[in-house]
């Protein structure tokens, strides 16, 4: 081979590995840092909910619905939020209600949001993915009373 095709392997090959190291040092970073979202993009992906206005005296828990959610395993048992008409957030990040000290669970993993008198359990997007009773979450799906929500090492419980 001519000196001039040996060079162009070389540069080749440095630029691949260049490459590499970039995609590598963005992973890290949306993972400690989490990933921009475009408020548009995610005000369009969210399922479209018309709300009605809030009574003046607390509303009473309807049956059949969850309640709280703990988590059931792992350092942090005992730890929960009670369900109401916000989402909550389950992740490592500091802007989540269920803060995570689990390092297979990304900065914002998964949510239950309320949609048409319904809980629902999605994934954020996670890297080692989210299991509603054993099942991969791909897309939002209802939450029972009695089911376990597994985020890497740590599973959560829905309660009434």
Not at 20 to 37: E, T, Y
Not at 94 to 108: E, K, M, P, V, W
Request: glycine share 10%.
């Amino acid at each position: 081979m001519s000196e001039l095709t040996l060079t162009l392997i070389k540069l080749g090959f440095l630029a691949l590995l260049w490459m590499f190291v970039l995609a590598v040092l963005s992973v890290i970073r949306s993972d400690l840092f989490g990933a921009k979202v475009d408020s548009r993009a995610a005000a369009a992906a969210a399922p479209q909910v018309t709300r009605t206005p809030k009574p003046a005296k607390p509303a009473k828990k309807r049956k059949g619905l969850p309640g709280s959610l703990s988590i059931a395993d792992g350092p942090q048992a005992g730890v929960g939020a009670s369900l109401v008409d916000e989402p909550v957030i389950i992740g490592r990040g500091s802007d989540c209600q269920i803060r995570l000290d689990d390092d297979y669970s990304s900065t914002r993993h998964a949510r239950l949001f309320l949609s048409e008198g319904q809980w629902w359990v999605e994934d954020l997007g996670s890297t080692n993915g989210t299991y509603l009773d054993g099942q991969r979450v791909t897309r939002p799906v209802p939450a029972e009373i009695g089911g376990s929500i597994r985020i890497g090492r740590t599973t959560l419980n829905i309660a009434k």
